[in-house]
């Protein structure tokens, strides 16, 4: 894992400008980020716990200001939690319910029992409980978070779970593109890829392999002779690759 300011380091090394401000690269890296965090990648997961207070349908306390969206399961539900007073211990599974679905309940306010159902929204900073809580419960919740932005000396959180070259290549295209060099066509098309010439690209190759791997457990020690790890994952530059 490489801490934003070796990426930048690398990225100017191969523009061959390292006279280009740090704190500009770094500003063009954290927008890259956070805009690849809102497509909401299955290792921003993170759990939240959600106290629904007997007779309360709405909890303003317990929001979590770096939501980004409910995470579902395998199984669709977004949370598991142990039911109060039972013996044995009863689990039981919650859903998610869309916020205009929630409103929409005539008896949304009147009608109480185990929860059943949690709503978001991130407009008023609210979770909401479908029925009414008949009494107090404590509702573990999966959510999507968005990371912080990240400092020089920090390490993003993209570089534990994705290639670090994919950041160095993002870098870079803007080293380019700010020194108008003629090698930025080639590449950008290197990180973005050409769909008219069938030529893949880092970023939608480690998306779509995202995509496809959502929700499968995966094995270790992979046959790499079948499952081909994708180029950079083990974070050197693997340029020569894509020449």
Not at 9 to 35: H, K, P, R, Y
Not at 139 to 166: K, M, N
Not at 170 to 188: F, K, N, P, T
């Amino acid at each position: 894992m490489a801490t934003a300011q070796s990426i930048i380091t690398q990225a100017l090394q191969i523009a061959g400008n390292t006279g280009l401000a740090s704190a500009d690269a770094l500003n063009e890296l954290n927008n890259f980020l956070d805009a690849e965090y809102r497509r909401k990648y299955r290792w921003q997961r993170k759990t939240v716990t959600i106290s629904a207070a007997s007779g309360a349908a709405a909890n303003t306390t317990n929001w979590d200001t770096t939501y980004l969206g409910l995470y579902q399961q395998a199984d669709g539900s977004v949370g598991r939690y142990n039911v109060p007073n039972t013996s044995p211990v009863q689990t039981t599974r919650m859903w998610a319910l869309d916020y205009r679905q929630y409103i929409a309940k005539g008896d949304r306010l009147t009608s109480q029992g185990a929860p059943l159902n949690i709503v978001a929204d991130p407009i008023g900073a609210t979770w909401y409980v479908y029925p009414v809580p008949d009494q107090a419960y404590t509702l573990p919740v999966d959510i999507y978070y968005l990371p912080a932005a990240v400092a020089l000396a920090g390490t993003p959180l993209w570089s534990t779970y994705a290639p670090d070259q994919i950041l160095v290549q993002v870098v870079l295209c803007w080293a380019l593109q700010w020194m108008d060099d003629e090698r930025l066509d080639r590449e950008q098309v290197r990180l973005y890829g050409d769909n008219k010439q069938r030529v893949p690209g880092m970023l939608p190759s480690y998306r779509r392999r995202q995509a496809a791997e959502e929700g499968v457990v995966l094995q270790t020690l992979l046959d790499q002779r079948v499952f081909a790890p994708m180029r950079g994952a083990w974070g050197g530059d693997d340029r020569a690759i894509w020449d």
